[in-house]
């Protein structure tokens, strides 16, 4: 499969664990995204990196979370102390400078699925 | 930064007819408006996309317009499909920027 990974594709924890995820994106895009998404609306925002570096982060990205992407590959997006409210899809996306239609086409992963008790 | 809104956020349609959802957006740098469609439990997966110099695109049954003047773009679905049954998210975003989200349009189109 050559498309966006993400793993765990499920996570439930405990309130005030902390979890990581991880997200394999399309072999040589340099752009990695990281979205969250609540049952019934749209993805929204965290962050983006080009490469290695961190360019945007969302004001929704609290300080109990932090995302990096150490070598310009894989990523991971941390949450400390994890509160209900963090229950959500993670979704993870990327896309290439020269994609398909020369402009943002984003591919999806599957996403990982987190439930806070 | 973009706000994106979407409507209708249901819509039901008998098989063979068309569909249509428009969105809305704010920011005036957006140049790139993809929209998505995503089954129950699945990824977002990309269906059709236009830039902000084109002002129609179309993709066999699926067409997209966009009015850059007045800020919105609209989802054309002819000859609906028991198929074409999903959630469907317009976005919009600066090129190569990240991408906001309306709020879905649930598609039910009745065999």
């Known amino acids: 499969d050559t498309g966006v990974s993400q793993n765990p594709r499920h996570k439930i924890t405990k309130r005030g664990q902390n979890v990581t995820f991880r997200c394999d994106p399309i072999s040589e895009h340099n752009r990695l995204y990281w979205y969250r998404q609540t049952l019934g609306q749209g993805p929204e925002f965290l962050t983006y990196f080009q490469n290695e570096a961190q360019l945007e982060k969302s004001r929704l990205l609290s300080d109990r979370f932090s995302a990096e992407r150490p070598k310009g590959s894989f990523s991971t997006l941390e949450i400390q102390r994890t509160e209900q409210g963090d229950s959500a899809m993670y979704l993870c996306?990327?896309?290439?400078?020269?994609?398909?239609?020369?402009?943002?086409?984003?591919?999806f992963g599957p996403g990982t699925r987190l439930t806070v008790l | 930064g973009e706000n994106v809104e979407q409507h209708p956020s249901t819509l039901s349609v008998q098989e063979g007819d068309s569909a249509v959802i428009k969105c809305t957006y704010s920011d005036s740098a957006s140049n790139y408006f993809p929209w998505y469609k995503q089954e129950l439990g699945k990824r977002p997966q990309l269906i059709i996309d236009?830039?902000?110099?084109?002002g129609e695109k179309k993709d066999q049954r699926i067409a997209v317009t966009l009015n850059k003047t007045a800020k919105h773009f609209s989802l054309h679905i002819t000859e609906t499909q028991p198929e074409d049954s999903a959630v469907y998210f317009c976005a919009a975003s600066p090129l190569r920027r990240a991408l906001t989200f309306g709020s879905g349009t649930r598609l039910q189109v009745q065999p």
């Open positions: 236009i830039r902000s110099n084109v």
């Open positions: 996306a990327s896309s290439s400078r020269t994609g398909t239609s020369g402009s943002n086409e984003q591919f």
